[in-house]
């Protein structure tokens, strides 16, 4: 199985023109930015939620504290899965009772891992809310789950893959959309 | 990467590779336990059964907080007040723990190869609690996961494991593991106790503790076992205590930045002095409290994914 990259959607100009969009919609909605706290999910949830928080103390100089989820322990595709995935460390060094939660990920597809971070967020405490953001909407929702920030809608097909490549630990920032072609 | 076996019957079938799994998964399990709400809900819906044929109280309550942390169901198994004093086999007896649709079965047993002998016939992952004499994995996993957070790294550090070696489960299962990962050990204790088979392992022995704890990174006590003591082993405890205790001043020989471990339970005055063992140098309750999060790690990577087709 090879992949092929049919579109190039987003460049590291337009993905810097979407996270201003959406970091200024974030201040406009909550005015009170000191309950505000993030939590990236794993992996580069965390890298987009630390540029959102730099961002805002470039804008308002306050600093917004950036958390790590991984869901992997509340997955509901346990039995489905060939082997174990990893699991990897959540660390979130603050508390998140009472808090504006931003609850940042790359890419919003089937609302399965939101799910998982919502009910792991919950069981760390009770936040006031929890807003989401994501970079892509890609469609295809099997639970009824809505973005409150998006950097841009992607109409995909299901058998497309999206993949979100960040500087941070991919060299570049680009939006690719690449399908997996059977070898001949 | 991925952690190719159904059951934990020993370390000794395990690859380095497969103990970096398990000890790097538990890293990911340690902050579960500090949390308001300690649970996840990963393993809801399995069922467990503890099968204690012997006492204990760290692995039974450490396995069953483990197992409840992951939401599964645990079932505790009481030698005393079970059919086995009314002559049950232990076939018979997990046999029909298994009809009643267990998931994974953590035994202890005095007979070595009881794990091995039923997971022969189980559906159920087998977890090896200890066997007799011969191992006691989650043990050896615990400790390695603990100096490894004290010293970051196993490899080339001298690991001293001074009692009574020859009855120990514990030693053979840390040997083996510490053998695997590149660490130096050494076995001290007094002759009858040492086996001199062991010297296949490739372990260095020595007889005299004041020599062999010179340089040593880790000292890890064993319990002297009191209950074999109409073996008659050694000449006396006072002797073995004499010679094998390990007290202040026979520590001072150690690296500075050494630690010491206990598997416990702990004869205090015995094999180690008190004010040792309640010293900053002292692990012994760290190796507790990691129990949970290894023993988390282990019962996720059986359980967690999906029904493989391996055999150990």
Do not use: W
């Amino acid at each position: 199985m090879d992949e092929k990259i049919k579109a190039r959607v987003m460049d590291a100009r337009k993905i810097k023109r979407a996270l201003h969009r959406m970091v200024t919609e974030i201040i406009e909605r909550n005015r009170d930015l000191s309950s505000l706290v993030i939590v990236g999910i794993r992996t580069r949830g965390i890298y987009l939620g630390k540029r959102v928080s730099k961002m805002i103390k470039e804008l308002e100089d306050i600093k917004i504290p950036v958390g790590v989820l991984d869901i992997t322990l509340y997955r509901d595709d346990f039995s489905e899965l060939e082997a174990q995935h990893m699991v990897k460390k959540t660390e979130i060094d603050f508390s998140v009772v009472d808090k504006e939660i931003l609850l940042v990920d790359d890419v919003l597809f089937t609302g399965r891992t939101i799910r998982a971070a919502m009910d792991s967020l919950i069981d760390l405490g009770r936040p006031k809310s929890i807003q989401l953001f994501v970079l892509i909407d890609r469609g295809h929702r099997e639970l009824p789950i809505k973005a409150d920030y998006v950097g841009k809608f992607l109409p995909t097909s299901k058998r497309e893959i999206v993949q979100v490549h960040l500087k941070e630990i991919d060299e570049t920032d680009e939006v690719l959309i690449t399908e997996s072609v059977e070898n001949t | 990467m991925p952690f190719d076996h159904k059951h934990l019957l020993g370390i000794e079938p395990l690859s380095k590779l497969d103990i970096l799994t398990i000890l790097d998964t538990a890293e990911s399990f340690v902050e579960i336990s500090t949390r308001e709400v300690k649970k996840v809900p990963t393993l809801r819906g399995k069922t467990i059964v503890n099968l204690f044929f012997e006492p204990s109280t760290r692995t039974r309550c450490s396995f069953e907080l483990a197992a409840k942390r992951l939401s599964a169901d645990i079932v505790n198994f009481n030698k005393q007040f079970s059919s086995v004093v009314k002559g049950e086999t232990l076939k018979d007896t997990v046999l029909n723990l298994e009809a009643m649709q267990s998931d994974a079965i953590i035994i202890r047993h005095a007979c070595p190869g009881a794990p091995h002998y039923i997971s022969a016939f189980c559906r159920s992952h087998i977890i090896n609690a200890g066997d007799g004499a011969h191992e006691h994995p989650t043990q050896a996993l615990l400790d390695a996961f603990t100096i490894r957070q004290k010293k970051k790294n196993l490899e080339g550090l001298k690991i001293v494991i001074v009692g009574d070696i020859l009855h120990s489960r514990v030693a053979r299962s840390n040997i083996f593991l510490l053998n695997k990962m590149g660490a130096e050990v050494v076995c001290v204790g007094p002759p009858a106790l040492l086996p001199e088979e062991f010297k296949e392992f490739g372990i260095a022995f020595d007889y005299t503790l004041d020599r062999a704890i010179r340089g040593a990174d880790v000292i890890m006590m064993l319990r002297i076992q009191l209950e074999r003591q109409q073996k008659n082993l050694f000449p006396s405890i006072r002797e073995y205590r004499d010679l094998f205790s390990l007290t202040p001043k026979r520590f001072r020989r150690a690296k500075r930045n050494a630690i010491i471990m206990h598997p416990g339970p702990i004869n205090r005055g015995v094999e180690i002095s008190a004010n040792l063992v309640d010293s900053a140098k002292s692990v012994i309750l760290q190796q507790v409290e990691n129990g949970i999060a290894v023993r988390m790690a282990v019962l996720y990577l059986l359980l967690g994914g999906k029904e493989r087709e391996t055999t150990d």
